[in-house]
Every structure is written in C-alpha cells, then in structure tokens.
C-alpha cells in the first residue's frame, strides 16, 4: 500500500462536526459515542453535506477514507463538484463516486478513489449513505498518494528482473520474481496501475504480455482527463500458464479518450485470482504475429434433432499484429453427419481484430452424443485446432402436425409472474443478439407478433408452473410501441386462455410527458382495450399495472400530484365497473417504499436490481452474491414498507449485447443457481404471511439483449422453466418438453437478409431495416421506406451485418423529412456497433438535415471516426430529433 499524505480531515466525534456538515430529514437519532456519530437513515436520500467550501486540487492520486461501520450492507455515494451552480447547488449524478459498504456492524476504512482530475479544483463535498439503515462515522479524509510520478513520455512498463514498474492502489498484493511480477486479488476491485501521460486517440493499443493458470478475464483500468471516474475495459485470457500478448484495442470502450492519467491492470475477477505481469507496451498499432483465436465453434441451433437442418458455425478473429494470410479450414464431422451445403465462406486474408465465419448446413442421420472438430490454417500461422461437444436426439414426435400441441397446465404453489420484453419483430432486432449463439432461443430467431409463436410460448410457461406474463408496454403522450407480441400475438393465439397478463407501463418517458390528462388518457385506453379481458390479472378483483419509473411520474408531477392522479385514475375504473386499479411502484431499495406509499401505490415489486452484490467498480460480480442480495432486499422491504411487496427475482444480467465488453455481467447463472434463488423466495413467501404479496415475478422470459431470460435456448435448454416447475409446483419433474422440430412445424424466423454489397434500396421491402423505435410502424410507400417519429429519439435498426469497416470509408443516403409548418433545419446520426463495442456516441457521426419535403441525399465520412474499425455487426439511423416528422428513405448504402 503506497504512503498517503493527508489534505483534509473531518472527525465526527462531537456535536461540533454538525456545524460543517449538515444533515438532511433523513438521518436521524443523531447521537456522539464511541469517538463517533451514530445516526440512522430513514428514507431513501440520506444526505451529510460539507457546508464551507473546499478549495483543494484535484488529481488523480487522490482518494477520500470513510471511517465507518454500517448495520446492513449497501451502496453509499460521495458527491463531488468545482462548482456550486445550480440546479443542485453543483452535484450532479455523473459526479459521483459509489462504494460498497460491508454490513457487518464492524470498523471498516473504505478507500475510495473519485478520479475527478477533470474538474480542476473541488469545491464541494457530499456524502450519501444508503435509506433504512444504522450507521456509526468516525472521520471522513482526502488523501494523497506519494511516490506516483509520471514519468514523461513512457510507453512502455516493464515487470521482471525484479523491477515493476506500477504499483498496488487497491485490493492487490504484488510479488517481484525473475520471469514477472505476480499480482493477487485481495479485494474484487483491486488493481495496479501507475500514472502516466497518453493521447488516447493516437495510441489506441495496450499489448499486455501476462502468464495465467486459471485466470481467464482481467481488465485494463485507466483514467482520463475527458471523463469522472475509474474506467475499465475487461479482456479475456487464455488460462494455460504461458506467456502471452493480447493486443486490447482501447477504441473498443468509449472513454478512451482525450488524455489518458492513469492505466492500470485488474488481475481477475474474484479474491485469490493471480497472474503474472511480465510487460505492458502502449502504441499505435498492434504487435506481434497472426493471433487466430476461436471465438465460437459448434452446432447454432438449440437442442437439435436428428434429420433436421443444423447450422454448424466457425468465428475467427485475429488479435495478432500482422494479418492472417491465406485462411482456410477442414470440419470433421463424425460419421453419421454430412454437409447438406456450405452457407459462407469468409475472405482469405484477416487483419487485427477482424473476424473470419463459415458456416455449413449439416444434417444427422440418427442420435449421437459426442465431439467434432475444425482445423484452421493460415500461411504465416500456427495450425489451429479446436473442438466442440454436441448432442442431437431423436424426434420426440414420428408424425409431423399442423399446431402446436394443446397445454398440459401445472399448477404452481404461489403464482409465478414472468416480464415479457416485447423487442424481437424483426432481423435487426434479433442483430445484437447473434453474436452471443449460447442465447438463440429453441424457437430460432422467430418472429414475434405470430400466434404461433405466442402459442410456443404459452404452453411452455403453463406446463411450468407459469400462471402470467407482464408485458413491457410504451406510452408517450399517446403514442404507443411494441405492441404487436400482445396485439397479434397473444390475443390472437389459440391458447391465451390458459395464461393470465397485464402491462408494465415502461415509462421511461422524456421529462415533462407526464400530466394528469395524460393518466385519465393511458387509464382510458387499458380499460377499452385490456382491463375488461377475461385473462387480465387481478389482485383484490382490482385489475394490476406495474409502472416501471415512479420517479418519472412525480419529476413531472410532484408527489401530489401523482397522488390525485392515482385517485382519478381509480374512479375511472369503477366507473368502468373493474372495482378499482392495483398499481405496483418498481423501487430500487427500501428506502423507496415510504414515498411511493404516500404516493398512492399498492404495493412495490422491481423489474431488477442487477448491481445488489456487486463490490466496488468491478463490472464482472458473480450471480451468487447477486442471489443473496436479493433475498437481504426482500427482507429490507418488507420490515420497513408500510405497503405490501412482490417480491422479484432475477433470471441474470449480462448486458454485453446491448452495451458492449464494458456491460455489468453477473457470471455463473445456471438453472441450479436460479433454482436455489426460487427457493430462497419460496421459502420467503412462506415465512412472511404479513406484508408480502402471495406472488413471485420474475425478469424476465426473453430480456436477451439484458442477458436475462429463462425462455428456452440453447445453452441450457429447457433448463430455468424446469426449475420453477421443481420449485413451485408439486408435478412430476419428469415431463416431455415438445420443440418444433419435434413435430416438424417450423417456428416463423424472421429474415436474416444476406447481401453481396452492403446497399439496401426500399423499393419492395425494408430490406431488413423495418423496425426502430419512437416511429409508428415503418412500411414501403412510394418506393421508400416510410414511418413517423413519435419522439425526440427515433431510430430505424439496420439488420445483422458482418461488414469489415476498413474496407468502407462513406455512407450515403437519400431521404425525405416532412413537418407542418415553416422548413426547419435538424440534425441526424449514423451509429453502429462492433464485436465488442454497444451503440453509443463514441461509435456515431452526426449530420444537418433539413425538415422541407424534399428528397436529398447526404454523405458521411465515417472513416473520420476512428472506432469505424473491426467487424461492423448493426448499423442505425435517427432520422432527426423530433416528433411529428414523417421520414422517407429510398437508399442507404456504403462506400469505399
């Protein structure tokens, strides 16, 4: 641990303290003991604020040290600014630094590091413990490092022959040896690093050249002076106890930029992880030879049946310096398999971090459990030879049929909710989530909106122990979206009977689109089109809503008003003859309870709490901490809300298809772990008669791109719906779980439209492009692909694409924007993602365009972007940033 030189202290060890920092009517029963306060929270934003203002420096090798013990765990926050403008005397959310406090009612000192170098100068200080909770504070301090100076200029650290050159910050133990520098985690979030001085943008690689013998994930950590806090970009590792180089290509995470402060290493993911550093080199362009490295090689569908069509998919990248010359490959198929056709074959050469994918359609003739393999050559390459394992089976059913077989209903001790996220209609949609093959649904890439896949869907869930989904459900001001998974397809299906529904209102809405007129309107449409259903849930004959964002409601409306509102919205209902309205508040923790209680609402439940049991920064925790946070939230809840709970639980999180390697992913998810969190809350249902709703709700059936879904795929089968079958139901656990290709009806995909260019014309179809967000739905008129924006955020999602951006330079467009009124000038942006980087606006270019009815064309550099590298996997237009504009788009194509 580095020497430390104080630049600021506080001891709250007498009244005295309180004339400096004051607290807000949330920390009560305040009294000095023990050399500290002891104080108790009692609503969800407990504040102590530092009344004078500082004026100290702000550098990076600083930290701030809370002395503190703590009555239950939680995650508490430092506010920081070098301002005290409004609107919040300064403190803004994106100037915060969280930390994980231990709820053991021991002393801890928690060593937080902010890295606010970007503000300069701080002028003020806050510090938030979390709601509903005891806590004792001895002394908050700032801190600074010794010994840290950046040595000019360096690029390259080296750490062997006994020299290392970083050191440990936090949680890390380092050992100097001949051959490296051995760095063990001691905390999560630990890491090594040292300062340094780099332009983000010009040198874009960190070579990491490290031995690792059961580590397979560690992570860069930096700081920059563009962005608050600590980043991390995590990379993989190959585990095998050789030296090796991984080029990382910092442009994959959006804040390397600007310049780089701090860089540093965080060697695992879990206490006890060890690796050995030997160098870390920063440069412009990547090192070494040809590195080709498997990333997924196996059959694609789920659970595969004999004599079915079965997609064999090789993906390559090259993480090596030099391009790959001359790739080929042989697939060994054993011998009851044959190729029906080669679906793609990729170009010879492959550079740095592009991929290389082939594709083979096979065919089983009988059952077989086992392993194949492919071999990858290149001409300045090490042979590559990888494996898999499968198993295909025989059809369950000999005679093919024309539905899908009736429900055989189980029925469950408690009911079992499920969220449904309604986002899978189209090929762009679906984009994201291909790259991830462990998540492709048994059903394939379907589309949603058939009845025959709301069928699929409801007899799975039924014979599982499953009595209702709750649909993620869109409203702005009127204008609805993503409607058609309950519109066409479940209202339409043949099986709606057996499974029960009602709505999430996922009103994560713009500010200032909330009124009291617009909840009469919203209460309107669901008692028209859905509360009179014979299937809508019901608790205390009161048909059921969940609104997602309280917050948004009472930003809008006040507290007050979200109250009369409620109260109007329920007359509306009896006045419809339904009794009343059931409204369920989504919180984040306990401390929530007590407003959204005077608030009107009935009861609270959560759609997630992805972050319980995460410890520090560290973006990779494993599912079993999130398992018991759960159930510490559960308890929290329903010792201090004066409103009943429905408890939640969590299906997982892995949010990397929607937001990159940089994603919070909870790892080790499996369906024994899910069945051990079913009977945790299980058993909290049975011990909790009081305060608890009879009811569990579980996030989610098919939140694919969040990483949380329990509908059967093809990493583990049909293996979550069992679980909540073993758990919830007294069935048998032996039961048959028909798929498709079991009865020989194929479920509707959507079309995975393959290109020669990538140039898409609209004259007959959307080419692939018919779906985005914040648009009514897009159609083909007059040769162009049309829609109208509902919001300030419309978007048109391009398909899957595998387009290598070195090879492509502009896009071009040609498109119509139409409004009422005068011509008005707007602008628009190109996104797209990459293997490892989510849409974001690192990964985007911006363009004028003029709201006047006449059809013109733009040209976009987006070589001038220098993340426009890689294997480009989604392209997505937002047309402009407004609603009310009717957008028409003939053409999107890119150039050289």
Not at 455 to 480: C, L, P, S
Not at 484 to 491: D, P
Request: glycine share 8%.
């Amino acid at each position: 641990m580095n020497q430390t030189r104080t630049e600021a202290e506080w001891r709250f060890d007498s009244p005295d303290v309180l004339k400096a920092w004051r607290a807000n009517d949330e920390v009560s029963d305040v009294r000095f003991e023990d050399g500290g306060m002891r104080f108790r929270t009692t609503g969800s934003d407990p504040i102590l604020e530092y009344i004078p203002l500082l004026d100290l420096q702000a550098v990076p090798h600083q930290a701030i040290e809370i002395e503190m013990k703590a009555s239950k765990p939680g995650v508490a926050e430092l506010f920081w600014s070098n301002t005290t403008q409004s609107p919040y005397g300064g403190f803004l959310p994106e100037k915060r630094t969280d930390f994980t406090v231990k709820g053991d009612g021991q002393w801890h000192t928690y060593r937080v590091f902010p890295f606010w170098q970007k503000e300069g100068r701080i002028v003020r200080l806050r510090f938030d413990p979390y709601g509903i909770g005891e806590f004792h504070l001895r002394a908050i301090r700032i801190v600074r490092l010794e010994g840290l100076a950046v040595r000019e200029g360096q690029r390259d650290f080296l750490f062997h022959g006994n020299r290392a050159d970083w050191v440990a910050w936090h949680g890390t133990q380092m050992q100097t040896t001949p051959n490296g520098t051995q760095l063990r985690l001691t905390e999560p979030d630990g890491f090594v690093g040292g300062r340094v001085s780099i332009e983000a943008e010009r040198f874009q690689i960190v070579a990491v050249r490290l031995r690792s013998s059961g580590v397979k994930r560690c992570a860069l950590v930096f700081a920059t002076t563009e962005a608050y806090g600590l980043q991390q970009h995590a990379f993989d590792v190959i585990p095998d106890g050789k030296s090796r180089l991984y080029n990382i290509d910092m442009l994959d995470s959006r804040s390397w930029s600007g310049e780089v402060v701090m860089l540093g290493i965080r060697p695992g993911e879990r206490v006890g992880d060890t690796v050995t550093l030997e160098e870390v080199r920063i440069a412009s362009e990547p090192l070494g030879a040809p590195d080709l490295q498997v990333l997924f090689f196996g059959i694609e569908d789920a659970l595969p049946r004999v004599q079915s069509p079965l997609t064999v998919t090789l993906r390559v990248i090259n993480r090596g310096g030099q391009p790959a010359k001359g790739m080929r490959v042989s697939l060994q198929l054993p011998p009851m398999a044959r190729v029906l056709q080669p679906l793609q074959s990729p170009a010879a050469d492959v550079r740095f971090g592009e991929e290389a994918e082939w594709r083979w359609l096979v065919s089983f003739s009988h059952a077989w459990k086992g392993s194949f393999q492919v071999q990858i050559r290149a001409a300045n390459a090490p042979v590559v030879q990888v494996g898999t394992t499968a198993e295909v089976t025989p059809r369950l059913v000999k005679a093919k049929l024309r539905t899908v077989p009736a429900p055989a209903p189980v029925t469950p001790k408690y009911p079992v909710g499920v969220y449904y996220f309604p986002g899978w209609r189209s090929a762009g949609q679906w984009a994201p989530i291909t790259r991830f093959p462990e998540r492709k649904p048994v059903l394939g890439w379907y589309r949603e909106g058939d009845p025959q896949i709301a069928d699929w869907h409801i007899k799975w869930a039924v014979e599982h122990g499953i009595a209702f989904f709750v649909y993620d459900w869109y409203w702005v001001q009127g204008a609805r979206a993503l409607e058609h998974a309950l519109h066409e397809g479940y209202f339409k299906s043949n099986y709606h009977r057996y499974l029960q529904f009602c709505l999430l209102w996922a009103n994560h809405n713009p500010p200032n689109t909330s009124s009291h007129e617009d909840c009469l309107a919203v209460t309107r449409y669901w008692i028209e089109h859905y509360f009179h259903r014979p299937e809508h849930l019901r608790i205390d004959g009161k048909p059921v809503v969940v609104i997602f964002t309280p917050y948004q409601l009472r930003a809008d409306m006040g507290s007050d008003g979200v109250r009369r509102a409620f109260d109007a919205m329920r007359e509306e209902c009896v006045r419809a003859g339904l009794g009343g309205l059931h409204i369920l508040a989504c919180i984040g923790g306990a401390g929530e309870a007590p407003l959204v209680a005077r608030e009107g609402y009935d009861a609270v439940t959560a759609y997630n709490w992805p972050h319980l049991g995460v410890v520090g920064d560290t973006r990779w925790a494993p599912f079993d901490t999130l398992i018991e946070g759960y159930r510490q939230q559960w308890e929290s809840i329903v010792q201090n809300s004066p409103i009943p709970l429905l408890p939640p639980v969590c299906g997982g999180w892995d949010s990397r298809p929607w937001h990159g390697q940089d994603a919070l992913v909870r790892y080790g998810r499996t369906p024994d772990k899910f069945k051990k969190h079913l009977q945790d809350a299980l058993q909290f249902l049975q011990q909790h008669r009081r305060n608890v709703i009879p009811m569990i709700l579980i996030e989610a059936w098919n939140e694919w791109g969040e990483g949380s879904y329990i509908e059967p795929h093809r990493e583990f089968g049909f293996g979550y719906l069992d679980a909540i079958r073993e758990v919830f139901t007294s069935a048998s656990p032996k039961h048959v779980d028909l798929t498709p290709a079991d009865i020989g009806l194929p479920a509707p995909q959507v079309e995975m439209v393959s290109f020669a260019q990538p140039r898409w014309e609209f004259t007959r179809t959307g080419a692939g492009w018919d779906h985005g967000m914040n648009l009514t739905e897009p159609h083909i008129e007059d040769s162009a692909l049309t829609a109208i924006t509902t919001s300030n955020d419309p978007a048109f999602f391009g398909p899957p694409v595998r387009i290598t951006a070195g090879r492509y330079r502009k896009i071009r467009l040609r498109m119509r924007l139409e409004a009422q009124g005068q011509p008005l000038e707007d602008m628009a942006q190109v996104f797209w993602t990459t293997r490892s980087m989510g849409e974001s606006e690192a990964t985007s270019v911006r363009f004028p365009v003029r709201v006047d009815g006449q059809w013109r064309e733009y040209v976009l550099s987006l070589s001038e972007n220098p993340r426009w590298r890689g294997t480009v996997t989604r392209l997505r237009l937002d047309p402009c940033t407004r609603a009310g504009v009717k957008v028409q788009i003939s053409r999107i194509e890119l150039l050289p």
